[in-house]
């Protein structure tokens, strides 16, 4: 069940981060409530989380899925470009991610 509550955080922060530009700066009500709503569940989950997932590995899961979510997200839909730097930072936090993730929880 841990993991469920990982998943669940991280897709609530993904749709948070997403409406983030929508908020203009926090100007506009309606997307700026769902904003940080978005990123309170997300919160909320991700402390449900811990309880049963190791919290380094669940906050590098939560952030590195997260923000190649929001990359991909960026250029499908915002009409950000995929660069090769951006493509070297993702792999390097994905290998950061399986890093911690071998290193097991000593």
Not at 25 to 33: A, N, V
Not at 36 to 41: E, H, N, T
Not at 53 to 62: D, K, M, Q, R, T
């Amino acid at each position: 069940m841990p993991y469920v509550f990982l998943m669940a955080a991280i897709a609530f922060e993904i749709a948070a981060t997403s409406l983030m530009k929508s908020t203009e700066g926090f100007t506009k009500l309606w997307p700026t409530l769902a904003c940080l709503s978005g990123y309170a569940i997300s919160l909320l989950a991700l402390s449900q989380a811990v309880k049963g997932v190791p919290v380094g590995v669940a906050y590098a899961l939560w952030s590195a899925l997260g923000t190649a979510a929001i990359v991909a997200i960026g250029a499908a839909f915002l009409g950000e470009p995929i660069t090769v730097v951006k493509v070297a930072g993702i792999s390097l936090i994905i290998a950061g991610v399986v890093t911690l993730n071998l290193g097991g929880a000593h």
